[in-house]
């Protein structure tokens, strides 16, 4: 007697699994379908303006371009999402008595069901419809649609159950948080090939399109377009290379299974199976200054590296800081100062500075008794902030000079970073003691629920007044550029800028020291409320 098929049974579970889970709260309902209702619009959107650039030249260097980047978000979704479908992770089949194989085809059909597969389908049934010229291509269109939907779909259930030991561990977990990073910069790389485009055409995707259409899944629709022009010895190679592909991604897919299904893992080992980190001070603590200075700085730079939401926080100032000057320069319209961006993203990290350590802020709190121990602690962490951020506040001013040509307004541009990043530790500083709010450790939110007024007055306003600090050194720049020939380096601003930003700190610290040992007992009510 042969045994029943699982497939059923596994696209039933996945649609329980959505259902229930729409149950929980009115809130998850409504943003999955407000999510879907946009997803669905934008899949629409996309559909009819690539059947209308049917028959524009270089469109199939588009449609390939797009199959592509969608295989590469299909690939990476995994990684920074790892908990947007439970049926991703397979240790929770590991204990049935199922065989891999029909594991994998249970699975894969299931991975059919939802928003995902739907907006794919339709950006691929788009793309062949702009390339698909002939009943030749027509034909192999009708093939190369479920290839190349299968293939996405096999691809992000092979990099899932290859990594799902890390996806539910904490550095999946970091990933997960760091997914805002990839947003980031991802815009950034989006509005940059947009305004390529804009000014030169598709032919500038041409160079790009001849090697991608190589590449599975996009070599699916390489197939149709090689069809339309009577290339079938090509079509062929390029259909049979996305069908090579889905084979390869689904036998990958089945040894991660097997593996997954016969080895165990950390929580099956004994504890004396797994090795002690040494922990003796490493080559970062003996760099540092002594005393409590020294061991203030460590601390906060282990949270940057080890913490989730802080390292998050870094990643994507460091990111969006060096992206924005860098791209508006490397398209000829930037200006030198973009580059006080990086000391401006950067410096927001100043800012609730003991809401970053959430209930651990207590352990903090009993070595402050006094408004000198607060000023020594506020004056650690801002030297921590500096060591990392003076340096690339100067790379970033330098390379986008470099990019302008512009080497005459690089000390000026110098001076403007410096002074912004001393108002914004100065104001960080006090509205930490002023404004605290906790950050959950869960989930994607930064501002506990009730708090969100404080995040606001305490960044924005915080912001708001370091720009009017900053205000001495704008007029300063402003005055000697009116005043001199205009090519000239203003080399004043530099130390001037750099003089006026170390005032501004250090007057900021010392004014937020008594406010930080006055108000610790409402700082520590407020950081514990995640």
């Known amino acids: 007697m042969s045994a029943p098929a699982i497939t059923p049974v596994v696209v039933r579970l996945k649609l329980s699994l959505l259902r229930n889970g729409l149950r929980q709260s009115g809130g998850r309902k409504a943003a999955y379908i407000a999510s879907a209702a946009v997803a669905l619009l934008f899949a629409a959107l996309q559909l009819i303006g690539l059947i209308a650039l049917r028959g524009f030249g270089h469109v199939e260097s588009l449609t390939v371009l797009l199959v592509a980047v969608l295989g590469l978000g299909w690939a990476v979704m995994p990684l920074f999402f790892p908990g947007g479908d439970e049926t991703l992770d397979p240790t929770r089949l590991v204990m049935l008595p199922l065989r891999p194989r029909p594991l994998v085809r249970a699975l894969l059909t299931a991975s059919l069901v ?18 698909a010229h002939g009943g030749a291509a027509s034909a192999v269109g009708v093939l190369a649609v479920p290839l190349a939907l299968l293939v996405c779909v096999a691809l992000a259930r092979a990099v899932a159950a290859a990594n799902v030991r890390l996806l539910t561990s904490r550095r999946g977990r970091d990933l ?35 090697v991608l259409r190589w590449v599975p899944p996009a070599s699916a629709v390489g197939a149709v377009h090689s069809a339309g022009e009577g290339a079938y010895g090509v079509a062929v190679a390029q259909l049979a290379l996305s069908a090579a592909a889905l084979a390869g991604l689904l036998a990958l897919w089945s040894r991660s299974l097997t593996r997954l299904m016969t080895s165990p893992d950390g929580s099956t080992l004994r504890a004396g199976d797994t090795a002690v980190r040494d922990r003796a001070p490493g080559g970062l603590a003996r760099l540092l200054p002594p005393g409590r200075t020294g061991t203030a700085m460590e601390r906060s730079l282990r949270y940057a590296w080890r913490d989730p939401k802080t390292k998050a926080a870094w990643v994507t100032s460091l990111a969006v800081g060096l992206t924005v000057p860098v791209f508006n320069a490397w398209q000829g319209t930037g200006s030198v100062y973009f580059a006080c961006f990086a000391a401006g993203m950067l410096g927001i990290l100043m800012y609730n500075q003991f809401g970053q350590d959430t ?36 790379l970033v001013t330098v390379l986008t000079t470099a990019l302008l040509d512009d080497w005459s307004r690089l000390p000026e541009a110098l001076g403007l970073s410096f002074a912004l990043l001393g108002a914004m530790l100065a104001t960080g500083a006090w509205t930490s003691a002023r404004f605290p709010y906790s950050i959950p450790q869960e989930g994607y939110k930064n501002v506990a629920p009730g708090q969100t007024g404080l995040a606001w007055i305490s960044i924005f306003g915080g912001m708001i007044a370091a720009a009017v600090l900053c205000a001495p050194v704008i007029a300063l720049t402003i005055w000697l550029r009116v005043r001199g020939s205009g090519d000239e380096p203003l080399w004043p601003v530099l130390p001037a800028g750099a003089a006026h930003g170390a005032v501004l700190a250090l007057l900021g610290l010392r004014l937020a020291a008594p406010l930080t040992a006055r108000r610790l007992p409402e700082i520590l009510t407020a950081v514990g409320k995640g």
Do not use: H, K
């Not at 939802?114 to 390339?131: E, Q, R, Y």
């Not at 607060?374 to 801002?382: K, M, P, Q, S, T």
């Open 114 to 131: 939802g928003i995902g597969p739907l907006f794919t389908l339709c950006l691929l049934v788009g793309s062949v419809i702009a390339v």
């Open 176 to 210: 997960a948080v760091l997914s805002g990073l990839v947003i980031a910069v991802g815009a950034q790389l989006v509005n940059f090939g947009a305004q390529r485009l804009g000014s030169s055409g598709l032919e500038q995707l041409a160079p790009a399109g001849d």
């Open 359 to 394: 209930s651990a802020f207590w352990m903090v709190a009993m070595t402050i008794s006094s408004p000198r121990d607060a000023y020594a602690e506020l004056r650690a962490r801002a030297l921590a902030l500096l060591l990392i951020t003076l340096p690339y506040a100067t």
